[in-house]
Structures are given as structure tokens and as C-alpha cells.
């Protein structure tokens, strides 16, 4: 608990501020006596006063020997009578003496005290109580449906302020909640990824639904404000019976209502029918994110409240941060706009680091013309702590705090996140953080529920915790897509995950008026999002200028340039003006023979339906795209069970047989799913559901296994030059935000897929990497700070005969940020040898300590027989601990909470096991028990356990 937080406890300020006014309480008597003696004027209460306004602007624990000097002065200035010398300097002296010993006893005491009450672990500056009142309105709403119309009229805005449940009105509960949120939880609608769930809820877009809640006011002040984070489609906003703003977007509606509110207020928003409103803003998502896109999500999806203020307010708080070559010297940079009806106020800048103590401040002057601020402060700091890339290093978050001070009082606080890095790009989208190479690793993020926009933390937790365990450190925000809320990037800083950021569905074309809704929406964006340290880049729009060119744009004619590149153009120029430091990219993908070449700039896989030349070793890949199933329990909650696996469906590829899963999957799929999978052709055929969910996830897991090590490794093995022709790889897509089958590595349920463990172990920091080619090799891959230096062991194993056969030895060193050739497997020993052998290699430490390990096949998994291996499974400190006698292929660990298959989250899934091996997998999820069962695919044997997390 911090003090700020602890500050906000009311029993903690009353014992803070009784004992430190206890002593001024003392010292103010025996100033009344020597007042009264000089015959001044005094009520005894001043010094009372001065601590209090100490209290509230957070000063008095910060500097007590500059704060006592300022209260004995004041003091001795009062007690001179308008001028008249009572004592000596050396008097005021020795009485500040006194006032510091004092005092330093009193502020002891006092910390004490509220340690022992609240916990406190740190100190840090109390928190001030700023002027600016942000009351939420988050309590009491009320929802009722009503047909479309244009307006409430007086006896419907009169029957919304009663809100009774005998005319139809619904409690909302807690808001922000939007219309299908509310019906969902009250059994009004069922959910709507069910089959034909869509159709059964279409009804509520073509209703008009009106919100309403009565809040109170105690003190309304100069002037109010009521703000609205998050509403949509079309929104009328009315208080007190009078309508005040309309509303067509899902950006934040400030609306003035200083001459509006009241003690008591009623207020009432009107959600028109319809889809959700085209304000030149926004445009089709298409059926990326969900084969059934038809729902229209309505109502309240962010917080709303009022704001009470005597007329000073921030308006914009933009930080920067900029670190020298040798990162020793970091300097932030706040530029703060606002408004006051003074003439002159002061500005305070105090950086604290991340322990939260104060490690540089500034008093900055702001003059006030025309009601209106503009000031800049800077801060110096001598070798911050540096934030790094998850693997690379820590994430110390640095916070600066704004506060706006009118005559010594507070007004407004704001603070904002930083970290300290410094990210240069030597090459294009080879990035390098802290003049250390960082290959990123990830996937792209969409929206994480595409039924309603209402943010979800635990979710958001979820998915956050899924992909630092899948060894990401990289994500993609995709543009087509909602942004997402500060709290995401705020994660993201915290997690150290660097961002790949679009900008939100800009209409890249030509005419005026979209490049001018393009720059205002992209500079929205960059000031509130630069000041945080995961935000890597910045990109225009999502493949605009591929589909424009004319190798992809179907009839292969070229149009001409791609009409939205002067949008583009003047969307880099803001980017160039508010965040010069950072990479701006167009569109994405961008450069090269065409914006989708893959030797330049970044590429979307798109090999699965195209001759992409030169994408053995690409540039950087910001989309890749395979599809397979969730899986099964997940695919059971959404789909039809006549469906799953309808009546005499075979999985046999036949002529005319375009789809490697049944006809009635089509309505759980889009975009032409079926022709983006991985190599199944290569896996057994499918008898049942589960075996074609094994399949399909198989080979997707196979073609990234097999695509990702070439991509870290770089270049061919024949090659020369040490360079890696890859920066980086990122998967389309992460997640996903409906129910359906296509390329989402974690489910809509948060259940990891097949894929997900597989790219988990092809993102391993250091890795080793089989490359089959015209001879086999064996590689290793360092992406971390530190050389590496071990031994590679290299064995033959034989499935069938459960034997280790040939075995090499090697010593290796492989230098941060480098790959390299461990050995060519003939010259070391290991020529030719029957397909039925798989090669295993593991890399270890001094101690013996398995730093890495691979495995890989030499003929497809079809033509291999796999032994039905026994597992043995124990539990240790709460996680499985898994041995086998033979082979173990793809052993699949699944769980049951009293019938409950979701939540279980294994740190590891789908892997293979060898004899003399020892896998340790932890249960990362929800379930404190339950009963587990651990089984290799091709065995019958299964092993089930009841399972505690406390074992």
C-alpha cells in the first residue's frame, strides 16, 4: 500500500493530521501568548490553517526543514506587529531550531502512526485533494425500450426520471453496461454466438432504448462538466428535462453544463435504433473478427461523469521522454494546456521513480492570456533505470505529476506513465531498444469482445497473461479494430510488450475532408498515447495499399497510385510533428516491388493463397495467417451438435471436395477459411470431431514451427554473413472476439488452441532449431542480452524400437541477438539413417541444467507409427510432473472442475515427450481442483489424477 493510497483512507489522514497538529496546536499557544504580549490581533488559529493547506497540496512530508523554516518565518513576521522589532535574528533562529526538533518529532510520530493504522510500505508525497470534484455516475440507471422516434417528448422524459419497474423499466445495475450486456444478464436474450443467436437479438438495434438515473451535487461550483467516455450508435443526452448534446461517435463527448445542473438531477440518454453510425469515420470491419458482424452494439460502453471546477482546468498533458546514446541522461518533457479565469497560476512537475519517491521536480510560471495556458516543463534525470522488452530485461515505470496550482491550492492533478528507452531502427523494422537487437515476437490484437465494448479487466488480465506465457513480446494493434482503452497500454508498459499501434480506421482517400477526419483522429492519438514506453510505432491503415496495387487487386491492371497515400502523407507529417522519435509506417504492409513484398519493409503471409516470391527469409511480418478449430469443449458451447460432425461427413479429400472440415462449419467461418490451413494433407485422416480438431490444429502448429525457426534463423545455412534477414513475426491473429473457427490463437473462451503451444516453444528466448534442407543441420538462436555458452547433445532415436542410436556432442557460444550453426549433422557422424528415427538435441549449462531442446521428424507425421506409450504423472508443489516409457506424442492435458473442461490454462500443452525426459507444467488458471488427465494422442493409455494446487 502506498501512501498516496493510503492518504485516501479517512482514518489515516485523521491520525496524521491530529498528531501533526497536535505539536502546532502547542507552538500556536505559545505564539498566541507572545501575540497577545505585543498586542496583536490573533485568534491563535493560523498555524492550524497553514498545516491543513500543507496537508492538501502534499508538501509538508517532502521537505520538512524548508517547510519549518517557512512556518517560523511566518510566524516572526506576524509577531513583529506590521514591522515592529520584537526580537533578534538570532532569536527567529533559535526559535526555528525549536519549531525543528519539534516538528521532526511530530512528523515521526506521525508516520508511525499511520504506518501501524494502514501499512504503508513506502513514502512517497501525500496525495492532494484537488478544486476539480470527478463525481462518476455510475449508480441507480434504469433502461427501458421504446420505438424509434426523434425525440423524448415531456411525458416520456418525466417517466424516465420516475424509472418505475411497473411501467417497464429495467435495472441496469453498475454501469457502463450497454443494451445487450443488460438483456444478456437478465435472460431477456440468449447469447449471440449461438447459431442463429444474431437473428434472435436483431430486434434490439431497431428499438430506440433510453438510460436514465438521478444523481445529487453538493457543491456545484464556478463551472461543470459532464463527460461521457463511451456511448454509441447516435445518442441524445439530456438533464434536468432539457436536451443538451447529440452524439454519433464512439469517441468522448465533453458537454458544458454549468447552467444546467442542480443538487438533484435527472439524467436521460436516448440510444436511436439503427446500426452503428457512420460519422466518415468509420468503416466496415468486414467478417475478420466474426462471421456474424450483424449485431449492433448500443448504448453505454465507458465511464461517465460530472466534473465540478471553479474554472482551472488541464486540458491537454502531453509527456515525452528521450534518452541519450549512452543512456545515462534521460529528460522529460510535459506540455500542459488548460484554462483559468486568473491571470497567472504555477505549474508543478514532480517525476517519481519507480519506488515512488521524487527524483526531480519543477515550479513552472504560467501566464494566462484569453482564459487559456500553454507551458512546457522539463526534467533532467542522471542514469534512469531503463525499461526493456519482456525477456530482455525489467519494466521500471517512472510516473510524471502534473498538478495546476492557483495561489498555492491544487486545482487539478493528472499524471502520466514513463519509462525510459531508447529505440533505434538500423535497418528498416529491425529494431533495437537500449542498443541491444530485439527480435519481436507476437501476434496481432483485435477487439476482445465484439458483442460490446465495455472492458472488460478480467478478460483484458487473461489475455495478457496468455501471451507473456506464450513468450510474446511484441503485439500488433490492429487498425480495423476499436483502440483499446488507456488500461491496455497500461498493461502493455507494465508488461513490457512493445507495440505495433495502427490508427483506428482512417479513411485513407484523397478528398479534403477525409484527409482532414484522418490527422485529427491520428493526432488524437498520438497525444494520448506517446507517453507510454510500449508504444514502438506507428502505422496508417491496415492493407489499403496492397489491395490498391495491381499484383492484388484481382484484374492485375494498374490504377495508378494508391489513392489514399495523401492521406497517408499528411498522417506522417503529424506523426513527424507530436513523435519524431518514432517509426511511421503508411499502411501495412508497405514497400517494395509491391506493398506486400516480403525482401522489404513488412509483409502479411499471404502464401496460403499466393506465390509470394522470397518468403523463405522475409523482412519483417506483421500479419501471418493460418486457421484452425478451438478446441472441442470450446467448439460444443458454440456450434449446432448436429454440426460438429454430421452424419456420414468424411474427412477424405475428393475431387470437388474444397473444405478440410464439413459444409456445416461454414456458418462458424469467414473469409475463406478453407483455404488457409496448415499442411493437413500431412496428418491422419480425421474419424470424429476431436480427431479433426486435432488435425487442423496440428498442422497449423506445423506450418509456424516450421516458419518461425526459419525466420529467427535468419538466412541459410550456406550463408556467409551473420546478419538475420528477419526483424520480426507476428501472427494474425492473437485472439479472438467471436466464437468461430478460423486463425485466433487463443479462443473466444480464453482456451488456448493447439497453435498457441506451439508458438509458445517456436518464441523461446534461446532456442535450437533443426533445418532440414539439402543437408541437416542444427542451429542455435540467442534472442537475450547475454551470450550463451553450453553443451549441444544430438541424438538419433528410434520410434519403433524405443532406442537412442548415434549421438554428438558440441560445445557452443552464441552471442546476444545472433544465430548460428551448431553443426552439419554428416560431418559430425549422423549421415543417413531410416525415416522411422527422429533427431533429438538439448543445449545445457555447467551444471546440467537444460537451457533449450528440440525435436524433429524426418518424414511427415502420416507416414510414422507412434508407440501407445505409458505416462507417469505426479504432482509437485502444485504443478504436474510427466515421465513416459516411450515416445509420447502431442500429450494432450485436459482438466474437470466438477464438469468443468474451460479455465484451466496448463503453462504447456500438445508436446512431445521423450524417455529420459522430465516435464514440469504449472496450472496457471482459475481452478484451485479438480481431476486431470494427461494423453498421448496415438496411445489408448490415459493417466487421470485428482489434482490440488496446495499438493
Known amino acids: 500500500m502506498t501512501v498516496a493510497s493510503a492518504w485516501s483512507n479517512g482514518a489515516c489522514q485523521f491520525a496524521a493530521r491530529g498528531l501533526i497538529l497536535r505539536f502546532f496546536c502547542r507552538l500556536a499557544a505559545v505564539t498566541d501568548r507572545r501575540a497577545k504580549k505585543n498586542a496583536l490581533d490573533w485568534d491563535g488559529t493560523f498555524t492550524n490553517r497553514k498545516v491543513l493547506a500543507l496537508l492538501d497540496r502534499r508538501l509538508l512530508f517532502v521537505d520538512p526543514p524548508r517547510i519549518v523554516h517557512w512556518l517560523a518565518s511566518d510566524l516572526q513576521r506576524r509577531l513583529t506587529g506590521g514591522g515592529r522589532p520584537t526580537s533578534t535574528r538570532k532569536d527567529v533562529v533559535m526559535f526555528e531550531k525549536r519549531c525543528r526538533q519539534q516538528a521532526y518529532c511530530a512528523l515521526a510520530l506521525a508516520m508511525t502512526s499511520v504506518f501501524a493504522v494502514s501499512g504503508w510500505d513506502s513514502a512517497e508525497a501525500c496525495a492532494a485533494e484537488p478544486c476539480l470534484q470527478r463525481i462518476e455516475v455510475a449508480d441507480g440507471w434504469k433502461i427501458k425500450s421504446f420505438a424509434p422516434r426523434e425525440a423524448l417528448d415531456t411525458s416520456l422524459l418525466n417517466q424516465a426520471a420516475r424509472?418505475?419497474?411497473?411501467?417497464?423499466?429495467?435495472?441496469?445495475?453498475?454501469?457502463?453496461?450497454?443494451?445487450?450486456?443488460?438483456?444478456?444478464?437478465?435472460?431477456?436474450?440468449?447469447?449471440?454466438?449461438?447459431?442463429?443467436?444474431?437473428?434472435?437479438?436483431?430486434?434490439?438495434?431497431?428499438?430506440?432504448?433510453?438510460?436514465?438515473?438521478?444523481?445529487?451535487?453538493?457543491?456545484?461550483?464556478?463551472?461543470?462538466?459532464?463527460?461521457?467516455?463511451?456511448?454509441?450508435?447516435?445518442?441524445?443526452?439530456?438533464?434536468?428535462?432539457?436536451?443538451?448534446?447529440?452524439?454519433?461517435?464512439k469517441l468522448p463527448l465533453v458537454v458544458d453544463v454549468s447552467d444546467h445542473l442542480g443538487s438533484e438531477n435527472v439524467l436521460v440518454l436516448h440510444c436511436h435504433a439503427g446500426s452503428r453510425a457512420d460519422s466518415g469515420k468509420r468503416s466496415d470491419r468486414g467478417s475478420y473478427l466474426g462471421p456474424n458482424p450483424s449485431i449492433s452494439s448500443v448504448g453505454v460502453f465507458d465511464q461517465i461523469f460530472v466534473e465540478i471546477s471553479e474554472g482551472n482546468r488541464l486540458e491537454e498533458v502531453l509527456a515525452d521522454v528521450t534518452l541519450n546514446e549512452t543512456l545515462t541522461s534521460g529528460t522529460v518533457t510535459v506540455q500542459v494546456k488548460g484554462v483559468s479565469p486568473f491571470e497567472s497560476l504555477d505549474l508543478l512537475v514532480r517525476l517519481l521513480d519507480p519506488n515512488g519517491e521524487s527524483v526531480g521536480e519543477t515550479t513552472v510560471p504560467v501566464a494566462v492570456t484569453g482564459g487559456e495556458f500553454d507551458v512546457r516543463g522539463v526534467l533532467q534525470i542522471d542514469r534512469p533505470s531503463l525499461w526493456w522488452p519482456r525477456g530482455y530485461g525489467d519494466q521500471p515505470l517512472y510516473r510524471a505529476d502534473v498538478t495546476l496550482l492557483t495561489h498555492g491550492e491544487v486545482q487539478e492533478i493528472a499524471s502520466r506513465t514513463l519509462g525510459f528507452r531508447r529505440v533505434t531502427m538500423p535497418e528498416p523494422l529491425h529494431f533495437v531498444v537500449n542498443n541491444v537487437p530485439v527480435f519481436l515476437r507476437g501476434g496481432d490484437w483485435v477487439t476482445p469482445n465484439l458483442m460490446s465494448d465495455v472492458w472488460d479487466t478480467a478478460r483484458v488480465d487473461r489475455l495478457f497473461d496468455l501471451a507473456e506465457n506464450a513468450n510474446f513480446n511484441a503485439l500488433r494493434v490492429w487498425g480495423p479494430a476499436e483502440a483499446p482503452p488507456d488500461a491496455f497500454y497500461e498493461q502493455a508498459d507494465a508488461r513490457g510488450l512493445l507495440l505495433w499501434q495502427d490508427f483506428t480506421r482512417l479513411p485513407m482517400r484523397s478528398d479534403s475532408k477525409s484527409i482532414e477526419t484522418c490527422t485529427k483522429a491520428a493526432r488524437a492519438m498520438i497525444k494520448r498515447l506517446k507517453h507510454h514506453p510500449s508504444i514502438l510505432s506507428w502505422c496508417g491503415c491496415n492493407e489499403a495499399a496492397q489491395w490498391a496495387h495491381e499484383d492484388y487487386n484481382k484484374d492485375f491492371e494498374d490504377h495508378?497510385?494508391?489513392?489514399?497515400?495523401?492521406?497517408?502523407?499528411?498522417?506522417?507529417?503529424?506523426?513527424?510533428?507530436?513523435?519524431?522519435?518514432?517509426?511511421?509506417?503508411?499502411?501495412?504492409?508497405?514497400?517494395?516491388?509491391?506493398?506486400?513484398?516480403?525482401?522489404?519493409?513488412?509483409?502479411?503471409?499471404?502464401?496460403?493463397?499466393?506465390?509470394?516470391?522470397?518468403?523463405?527469409?522475409?523482412?519483417?511480418?506483421?500479419?501471418?495467417?493460418?486457421?484452425?478449430?478451438?478446441?472441442?469443449?470450446?467448439?460444443?458451447?458454440?456450434?449446432?451438435?448436429?454440426?460438429?460432425?454430421?452424419?456420414?461427413?468424411?474427412?477424405?479429400?475428393?475431387?470437388?471436395?474444397?473444405?478440410?472440415?464439413?459444409?456445416?462449419?461454414?456458418?462458424?467461418?469467414?473469409?475463406?477459411?478453407?483455404?488457409?490451413?496448415?499442411?493437413?494433407?500431412?496428418?491422419?485422416?480425421?474419424?470424429?470431431?476431436?480427431?479433426?480438431?486435432?488435425?487442423?490444429?496440428?498442422?497449423?502448429?506445423?506450418?509456424?514451427?516450421?516458419?518461425?525457426?526459419?525466420?529467427?534463423?535468419?538466412?541459410?545455412?550456406?550463408?556467409?554473413s551473420d546478419r538475420r534477414c528477419c526483424g520480426g513475426y507476428l501472427v494474425w491473429k492473437y485472439n479472438d472476439s467471436w466464437p468461430q473457427v478460423y486463425s485466433a490463437k487463443v479462443d473466444y473462451f480464453l482456451e488456448p488452441k493447439h497453435v498457441y503451444y506451439a508458438l509458445r516453444r517456436a518464441y523461446e528466448p534461446l532456442m535450437l532449431s533443426f533445418d532440414f534442407d539439402t543437408y541437416l543441420y542444427l542451429w542455435a538462436i540467442n534472442d537475450t542480452r547475454e551470450p550463451v555458452t553450453g553443451t549441444v547433445k544430438i541424438q538419433l532415436y528410434h520410434l519403433e524400437e524405443n532406442e537412442f542410436r548415434k549421438e554428438i556432442v558440441r560445445e557452443v557460444t552464441v552471442a546476444p541477438g545472433k544465430s548460428t550453426v551448431v553443426v552439419r549433422l554428416d560431418q559430425a557422424g549422423i549421415r543417413a539413417f531410416r525415416k522411422e528415427h527422429l533427431l533429438f538435441a538439448t543445449l545445457t549449462d555447467n551444471s546440467g541444467q537444460v537451457l533449450a531442446r528440440t525435436h524433429g521428424f524426418a518424414d511427415i507425421e502420416r507416414r510414422l507409427t507412434f508407440p501407445e506409450a505409458k505416462l507417469k504423472v505426479e504432482v509437485r508443489e502444485g504443478a504436474l510432473v510427466l515421465t513416459t516409457d516411450q515416445f509420447a506424442r502431442c500429450v494432450t492435458l485436459t482438466g474437470d472442475a466438477q464438469g468443468d473442461p474451460f479455465g484451466w490454462f496448463f503453462e504447456d500443452n500438445y508436446f512431445d515427450l521423450l524417455p529420459g525426459e522430465e516435464k514440469v507444467v504449472r496450472l496457471l488458471g482459475q481452478h484451485d481442483e479438480g481431476r486431470l488427465t494427461a494423453k498421448p494422442w496415438y496411445s489408448p493409455h490415459a493417466t487421470t489424477i485428482d489434482w490440488k494446487r496446495s499438493q
Open 560 to 720: 495508378g497510385p494508391w489513392g489514399g497515400l495523401a492521406a497517408a502523407e499528411a498522417v506522417g507529417a503529424v506523426c513527424k510533428e507530436l513523435d519524431p522519435e518514432r517509426y511511421y509506417q503508411p499502411s501495412s504492409p508497405y514497400f517494395g516491388m509491391n506493398p506486400n513484398d516480403p525482401r522489404e519493409g513488412n509483409t502479411h503471409g499471404y502464401t496460403n493463397m499466393w506465390f509470394v516470391p522470397g518468403y523463405d527469409y522475409l523482412n519483417f511480418a506483421s500479419e501471418d495467417t493460418r486457421i484452425s478449430a478451438p478446441v472441442l469443449h470450446s467448439l460444443q458451447r458454440f456450434m449446432d451438435p448436429d454440426d460438429l460432425w454430421p452424419q456420414g461427413y468424411s474427412t477424405l479429400y475428393l475431387h470437388g471436395n474444397r473444405r478440410p472440415f464439413p459444409e456445416t462449419w461454414m456458418p462458424y467461418t469467414c473469409a475463406e477459411s478453407w483455404k488457409k490451413t496448415g499442411p493437413v494433407e500431412q496428418f491422419y485422416d480425421a474419424t470424429d470431431a476431436a480427431g479433426l480438431v486435432h488435425r487442423l490444429g496440428m498442422a497449423e502448429s506445423l506450418y509456424y514451427q516450421d516458419t518461425v525457426e526459419r525466420q529467427r534463423r535468419g538466412r541459410p545455412a550456406t550463408e556467409q
Open 163 to 249: 424509472s418505475e419497474e411497473s411501467e417497464g423499466w429495467l435495472d441496469v445495475g453498475r454501469m457502463p453496461a450497454t443494451v445487450h450486456d443488460l438483456l444478456l444478464r437478465l435472460g431477456k436474450i440468449e447469447a449471440p454466438w449461438l447459431p442463429h443467436g444474431t437473428e434472435k437479438c436483431f430486434w434490439v438495434g431497431q428499438k430506440d432504448w433510453v438510460y436514465a438515473t438521478r444523481f445529487s451535487v453538493e457543491e456545484r461550483g464556478r463551472e461543470a462538466r459532464l463527460r461521457l467516455m463511451g456511448i454509441e450508435n447516435k445518442v441524445d443526452v439530456y438533464l434536468n428535462g432539457k436536451k443538451l448534446a447529440s452524439h454519433a461517435s
